[in-house]
T-cell receptor, first 111, second 113 residues
Framework: SQQGEEDPQALSIQEGENATMNCSYKTSINNLQWYRQNSGRGLVHLILIRSNEREKHSGRLRVTLDTSKKSSSLLITASRAADTASYFCATGPTGRRALTFGSGTRLQVQP | DGGITQSPKYLFRKEGQNVTLSCEQNLNHDAMYWYRQDPGQGLRLIYYSQIVNDFQKGDIAEGYSVSREKKESFPLTVTSAQKNPTAFYLC????????????FGQGTRLTVV
């Protein structure tokens, strides 16, 4: 079963624009993580936000978490063509021993 | 270099054949995982292991088997009972359960011929 669902499924923007992706989940969580996947490759961890945090920054990435709405957003500022990839949210539900991934957002950044 | 290695990168299976995908890590991580990814889809959990000689079924374990005889290794066997095995398989590891980041291998693409 998919715990997280990303929105939109696909996003196409121009270089320099900001990209926002959203993730909704169903059950209580310990933390929420965002990963990036280049085509045909493994996933790379981007950022982790704990359930008692509301916002976190890492370079050009900004993640927010609203546990009351069971949702998170990932903002990539000043996007670059190299940001083209699929982005997944993953949740660490309480009582569960493995991360559960959403279906991902495919981001295309046009040069 | 520390990391997680999957082999082979591409694997072809004939109907009715069992195949084994390799996953090795030198990160000294206790937890290891196997996920399946279908085209344009997210990751679905097949099996996970918290410690040596212990593993648990995930959401789609039917037709798969694993072993964890060594901390560094977590091979996945796709058996003939798995009727639709063509997919991209990803192995991952983490320090402990779900509160730390997962490190992923580069994946094995399995195709039935």
């Amino acid at each position: 079963s998919q715990q997280g669902e990303e929105d939109p499924q696909a996003l196409s923007i121009q270089e320099g624009e900001n990209a926002t992706m959203n993730c909704s989940y169903k059950t209580s969580i310990n933390n929420l993580q965002w990963y990036r996947q280049n085509s045909g490759r493994g996933l790379v961890h981007l950022i982790l936000i704990r359930s008692n945090e509301r916002e976190k920054h890492s370079g050009r990435l900004r993640v927010t978490l609203d546990t009351s709405k069971k949702s998170s957003s990932l903002l990539i500022t000043a996007s670059r063509a190299a940001d083209t990839a699929s982005y997944f949210c993953a949740t660490g539900p309480t009582g569960r021993r493995a991360l559960t991934f959403g279906s991902g957002t495919r981001l295309q950044v046009q040069p | 270099d520390g990391g997680i290695t999957q082999s082979p990168k591409y694997l072809f299976r004939k109907e009715g054949q069992n195949v084994t995908l390799s996953c090795e890590q030198n990160l000294n991580h206790d937890a290891m995982y196997w996920y399946r990814q279908d085209p344009g889809q997210g990751l679905r959990l097949i099996y996970y292991s918290q410690i040596v000689n212990d593993f648990q079924k995930g959401d789609i374990a039917e037709g798969y088997s694993v072993s964890r005889e060594k901390k560094e290794s977590f091979p996945l066997t796709v058996t003939s009972a798995q009727k639709n095995p063509t997919a991209f398989y990803l192995c991952a590891s983490s320090v402990d359960r779900v509160n730390t980041e997962a490190f992923f291998g580069q994946g094995t693409r399995l195709t039935v011929v």
